[in-house]
């Protein structure tokens, strides 16, 4: 079946660093990939998408390419703020399927 | 426009009594969506309403779990016989269509803690 499988966390940066939480896929076809962010005592929301091969999905100065060859759909951000503090989770929806699946979540913390 | 509420936001019960959880989509959209999230598990695909479409199932684990849309609207999903273990954050999300590259919108969840 689909899977997701993301770098263990939790991760701590200091605020202007380089950001990359590793996302990998296992699924047939061509899956729909996501990340989703949970800020601290809110919602799951939708942070970028990409829904074909070699797309790029942005947003809020993060980016994650979806690279084909590689199965995967990393997460990279070039300077972390603070607010940027959250639980991370990569995702995709199969081909001919609706739920998502998730992966395990990456917990970061930026320290000022 | 409102996004997807869910009610209540905190449910304290009893192992054995049966508990009711509501969720309420954004309007306009045709597909639900119910999902657990909990610390052993993380999150899981529990059940999906597509409009007059059967519901899938598949991911509910065990048959104390049931749901039902009304009117293609609202949603209640029900679990009978609580036991400690269906101690979870339960999410609802909604999505405008049936096409799984489009977002799925999420609401704020219920805490179920069963004692």
């Known amino acids: 079946g689909n899977s997701v499988t993301q770098m263990e966390g939790p991760v701590t940066l200091s605020e202007e660093a380089f950001l990359t939480i590793n996302c990998t896929y296992t699924?047939?076809?061509?899956?729909?990939l996501f990340w989703y962010v949970q800020y601290p005592g809110e919602g799951l929301q939708l942070l970028l998408k990409a829904t074909k091969a070699d797309d790029k999905g942005s947003n809020k100065g993060f980016e994650a390419t979806y690279r084909k060859e590689t199965t995967s759909f990393h997460l990279e951000k070039g300077s972390v703020q603070v607010s940027d503090s959250a639980v991370y989770f990569c995702?995709?929806?199969?081909?001919?399927?609706?739920?998502?699946?998730f992966g395990q979540g990456t917990r970061l913390t930026i320290n000022p | 426009g409102a996004g997807v509420s869910q009610s209540p936001s905190n449910k304290v019960t009893e192992k054995g009594k049966d508990v009711e959880l509501r969720c309420d989509p954004i309007s306009g959209h045709t597909a639900l969506y119910w999902y657990r999230q909990s610390l052993g598990q993380g999150l899981e695909f529990l059940i999906y309403?597509?409009?007059?479409?059967?519901?899938?199932k598949s991911g509910l684990p065990s048959d104390r779990f049931s749901a039902e849309r009304t009117g293609g609207s609202v949603s209640t999903l029900t679990i009978q016989r609580t036991q400690q273990e269906d101690s979870a954050v339960y999410l609802c999300a909604s999505r405008v269509r049936a096409d799984r590259t489009d977002t799925q919108y999420f609401g704020p969840g219920t805490r179920l803690t069963v004692l």
């Open positions: 995702a995709l929806t199969g081909q001919g399927a609706q739920k998502l699946v």
């Open positions: 699924a047939t076809g061509y899956p729909s």
């Open positions: 309403f597509q409009g007059n479409s059967a519901p899938d």
